[in-house]
């Protein structure tokens, strides 16, 4: 009977590993494993076939050259299994390898130790590559909790950032204080964390560009991140492939013209933190290998438990990647190329007792070692086979730490933790003249400056993130001069291989083009009420962004504007569902000096605004912009200063009473037609354009009170002598109002108007009535808050209207005048 192929595979396998320590008694020592590590026959084949291709490439010296890192590696992935082992578990570190006792372990043990222990031997594999060819690459890591294996390996290779290096070291002091630090939960008196030591990647973590505490984020990233001739290694998990979906379509958007080289590698530890993913649950690598290769990749499996399969994957990935960007520019290929890809399986929590098993996300060994003596002996058992001697430990240090040696940068400073992008050349913008009473749609000013602002700026690699209708938001110019990134071109139609707008249904996955292109420049725009869906990746990119600032690093990538369009005000054609302001509202909430939302209300308004984003480094810059036809109303020297300090008269009376401030272009257009009342009526008023109420808000740190609104400004615009305030805004009034505390001079004389969660199939009249934020309900506030009531100042049929007992449309009639 014959044997299967894949019997008679193994043992080809098999025979050709054995011939190959048959051949060279170093390779046969390294084949023998170390501690916990064991490097399977098919490891052993591909390891000695990479060695000999970098010779040939010139990389190497020769085969024992390769093999002495590879040595190195094995003990210093064995120190980062036994450190992050003690970070959980010890309060206490010895370098002798002693056993602990109970006094030497920590009361309230935490860390997600499972994923960390298996991350440890796919970081060590990253520099193991790195140290072999000489070339320090980019890292990515999507599963943020697992940071204790970067922290711990970090430490021991030397490769740390100030925060760490001036904290810790390699001695028992230094060990001990760090596993101390780590999960302590210890606040300082400035409300900061008294430890650098995370329980996710943070600003401390040698090297790190996101957070991770948002699964699935890195897989939608990875693909967009390197510029050609960078070099990108993603890793990535099994848990994270059901979190957010938009991964799959890496092979679509992969160039070899205008990316670099991507090496994607998922963790398959087949474990969520109470039960099995879903890839395990569908049948495990055998079924994702098959998903993948339908979806474009090019997966093959290696030995998660081993860091050299993990140096040879990145490698071999690179390999295939460059041949396959070579064949279509030889025109032996074409796009979409297969994405190589690689899995590696992996029990959760390799190294420790209890692996594989749903204990092993936090807590392998339990939560009481002080008490349980069985634990404590587990424990023992598992750092004595993980244990390496310090002398030992030291040589396998110097060697990976080949920096100098090989004129390399080290791995804290890879190039994407580095980036840093210059200002680009503003063009002369297309500034309009308002006294010529035109009626523009803000979008388009958008749309002329922007493809003004590409075309001088040739050198920076643009994207556009578009969840669809980019037409309908009037990027038309954009569109047109960029196109659609597809594979296959449809005539007639703005779609283009080497297109620059990444269009998908799929907010989180467009957002995640733009946020990950950090070496070029930037737009997204969506429907207002989609971009709620972009929340988590926004505020992750905000926050990170403004933990690296606090630590003296400032992110150096161009800042990213997310225009929300179509929006609340404007999007009557459609049901409540897409009148929506929480995008906005929400970031309002976050910190203004890294989170600006503002409202352009015309052409200039809107233009000013993108070109002041562009001359920023790493914020986030929300944009709420009507698309539909808006009066012109700001020169460009006054749209400029809008901008700069946040807020601007657009009328100012002498000795006014009242203060309109209105945040949004309709509100802005019904408080002109209120105050024209007003005014007929004898109150003297002012109308505030407001554009970034953040700038106005009582500032929570320096930080933040750093970027606010100078103080004359302020007193300018909202002197002490008028009480009598009306806010208008774009979005609801108790999330304005808390925003804007610190102008709100009480609860009589201080009244606010917007979304009160009222629309459906209205137009922009409608929406406005609805919600009673028209001009006849801004005059009756306003009268109110000056103690005279609203007759005084609106028509009976006026008045019977705005309390819901007349004909709305008197409103559209009757706006202006005496009434």
Known sequence: MTRPKKVDKLQRIKQRAALYRQQNPNFAKWAAGYGVIRHSDLTQCRMYKMADHLFLQGLAKDQDDVLNYLHAADRMASAGLWLVTHMTYAKNVYLDGRDLDMTDFKTDPEGHTGGALNMVLAYVGYLTINAITGDTRSWLMGQGHCVAAIDATNLLMGNMTKAHADRYNFSEVGLTRFVRDFYSQKVRPDGYPESPVGSHVNAHTAGGLIEGGYLGFAELYYVHMPLPGERLVAFLSDGAFEEQKGGDWAPRWWRAEDCGLVAPIMIANGRRIDQRTTVSMQGGVDWFRDHLELNGFEPFDIDGKDPAAYAWAIWEMEERLSAHGEAVKSRQGQYPVPLPYAIAEVPKGFGLPNAGTNAAHNLPLGGDLIHDASARQAFNSGVRQTWVPPEE??????????????????????????????????????WHDPNEKKLTSPMRAVDNAFCQIIKENPGLRPRVGNPDEIRSNRLDKTLDLLKHRVTDPEDHIAEAIDGKVVTALNEEAIISAALANKGGINLVATYEAFAVKMLGAVRQEAIFARHLAETD?????????????????????????????????????????????????????AMAALEAVYQSHGQIWAMVIAKRLIPEMFTAEQAKRLIEDGAVHLHKQNKAELLIVTVGSYQLLEAKKAAERLTAKGLANSVICMVEPGRFRQPRDSRENACLAPEYVKHELFPTSIQARVVVSHTRPESITGVLRSLDTGPTSTRTLGYLNRGGTLDVFGMLFSNKCTWAHIVAEAALSVERKPDDFLSRDEIQAINGQGKPDVLQSSFAGSG
């Not at 730490?401 to 804290?412: D, F, T």
């Not at 989170?595 to 308004?605: A, H, I, Q």
């Open 393 to 430: 430990l030291g040589i396998a240090v110097q060697t990976l730490a080949n920096h100098n040696r090989k004129h390399r940068v080290l791995e804290r400073d890879h190039t994407l933790a580095a980036r840093r992008v210059s200002f680009p050349k503003i063009p002369k913008l297309d």
């Open 553 to 605: 690093h400032p992110s150096g990538w161009l800042s990213i504007p997310i225009i929300a369009t179509s929006h609340t005000w404007e999007n009557g054609k459609n049901e409540i569902s897409h009148q929506d302001p929480t995008f906005c509202e929400a970031l309002m909430s976050e910190m203004s000096d890294v989170s600006r939302v503002l409202f352009p209300v015309d052409w200039n308004t």
